[in-house]
């Protein structure tokens, strides 16, 4: 297993595009989560993927396992618990307007995560491990978990991938900075964006691992270099930085310098805002190969 991720994947039900949450008749059963979305970028890429994480013993829990499972993903350590549900999530989809999201996890079968669940074994063969900040705020017992995981991740000689994929829904800012900020010091790769290290009050420089800033027009950079966003319409923004990391980190993976890490993060996330839905639009080797080919002939 080259990657392993840990996080809570959620069912998502996405209103038809463009119409607001309250008002939306049709929704799309999908499913929602940072890590399950970096981790279906990654494995549609061609890489060997484990997702680590809990789902209630209901229906969504059921669908959410078998949305990861028909992308290849490894859920052998996956945990069905009886007694707390999947958490949902509800929203709908806008270009330009800023998009609803309804959490319904509280107390969900993903917080309840604690770090004895995690052991040694689940590390097997990992070169990778991507974490979030979501975790760490899901309750007291996951952000021992995070702890747990990123001590897990080091002894197993894995780099370490860190987003804080801030969500103030999920905590207040102090709260982010206090369990997330000091994460960010343990990674060998931090994906931030400007205004996340802002509110982390984090300067990048400071960071020990690479820093890959995604900057408010769009651009992402790291070790002096900088690739702007390319330039499609937007049908729905979520799920864009989660699909960059995933291509910077296919880059990563097959030993890539860091300006085709980059260019590869940009083209996969340029392919997913033109989508509604985190995962749909995210490109197996040959779709990203094909887009980049565009991107390329029309001078980007
Ligand atoms: O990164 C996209 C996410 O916002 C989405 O899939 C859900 O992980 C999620 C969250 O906690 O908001």
Request: proline residues 7%.
């Given at each position: 297993m080259s990657v392993v991720v840990c996080g809570e994947a959620m069912l998502l039900m996405l209103a038809e595009p463009g119409v607001p949450l309250e008002r939306a008749v049709a929704f799309r059963r999908s499913i929602a989560g940072a890590e399950s979305n970096v981790a279906a970028g990654l494995a549609r890429l061609g890489h060997q993927v484990r997702w680590l994480g809990r789902v209630g013993a209901d229906p969504a829990g059921a669908s959410v396992l078998a949305m990861l499972r028909a992308d290849g993903i490894d859920t052998r350590h996956a945990v069905v618990d009886p007694d707390a549900p999947t958490g949902l999530l509800l929203r709908d989809s806008h270009p330009s307007r800023a998009i609803d999201v309804q959490y319904y996890r509280a107390g969900s079968a993903a917080s309840r995560l604690v770090p004895g669940e995690l052991t040694p074994e689940m590390m097997d063969g990992a070169r990778l491990v991507h974490v979030t900040g979501i975790t760490p705020m899901l309750s007291d017992s996951a952000h021992l978990a995070t702890l747990r995981l990123l001590d897990l991740a080091k002894a197993a000689g894995a780099t370490i991938s860190f987003d804080p994929n801030i969500r103030l829904k999920l905590g207040p800012p102090d709260r982010w900075r206090e369990r997330v900020a000091p994460l960010m010091g343990r990674a060998d790769v931090v994906f931030a964006g400007a205004d996340e290290l802002e509110l982390l009050q984090?300067?990048?420089?400071?960071?020990p691992g690479l820093a890959v800033v995604k900057h408010r027009d769009k651009s992402a950079g790291c070790a002096g270099l900088r690739q702007e966003a390319f330039p499609v319409p937007v049908t729905d923004p979520v799920g864009a930085g989660d699909a960059f990391a995933a291509g910077f980190l296919s880059g990563m993976l097959r030993g890539m310098p860091y300006e085709t890490c980059l260019r590869e993060g940009a083209a996969v996330a340029a392919l997913v805002v033109q989508?509604?839905?985190?995962?749909?639009?995210?490109?197996d080797r040959v779709g990203l190969d094909r887009a980049l080919a565009a991107f390329t002939a029309a001078g980007e």
């Amino acid at each position: 297993m080259s990657v392993v991720v840990c996080g809570e994947a959620m069912l998502l039900m996405l209103a038809e595009p463009g119409v607001p949450l309250e008002r939306a008749v049709a929704f799309r059963r999908s499913i929602a989560g940072a890590e399950s979305n970096v981790a279906a970028g990654l494995a549609r890429l061609g890489h060997q993927v484990r997702w680590l994480g809990r789902v209630g013993a209901d229906p969504a829990g059921a669908s959410v396992l078998a949305m990861l499972r028909a992308d290849g993903i490894d859920t052998r350590h996956a945990v069905v618990d009886p007694d707390a549900p999947t958490g949902l999530l509800l929203r709908d989809s806008h270009p330009s307007r800023a998009i609803d999201v309804q959490y319904y996890r509280a107390g969900s079968a993903a917080s309840r995560l604690v770090p004895g669940e995690l052991t040694p074994e689940m590390m097997d063969g990992a070169r990778l491990v991507h974490v979030t900040g979501i975790t760490p705020m899901l309750s007291d017992s996951a952000h021992l978990a995070t702890l747990r995981l990123l001590d897990l991740a080091k002894a197993a000689g894995a780099t370490i991938s860190f987003d804080p994929n801030i969500r103030l829904k999920l905590g207040p800012p102090d709260r982010w900075r206090e369990r997330v900020a000091p994460l960010m010091g343990r990674a060998d790769v931090v994906f931030a964006g400007a205004d996340e290290l802002e509110l982390l009050q984090v300067d990048p420089a400071g960071l020990p691992g690479l820093a890959v800033v995604k900057h408010r027009d769009k651009s992402a950079g790291c070790a002096g270099l900088r690739q702007e966003a390319f330039p499609v319409p937007v049908t729905d923004p979520v799920g864009a930085g989660d699909a960059f990391a995933a291509g910077f980190l296919s880059g990563m993976l097959r030993g890539m310098p860091y300006e085709t890490c980059l260019r590869e993060g940009a083209a996969v996330a340029a392919l997913v805002v033109q989508c509604a839905n985190d995962t749909d639009g995210l490109p197996d080797r040959v779709g990203l190969d094909r887009a980049l080919a565009a991107f390329t002939a029309a001078g980007e």
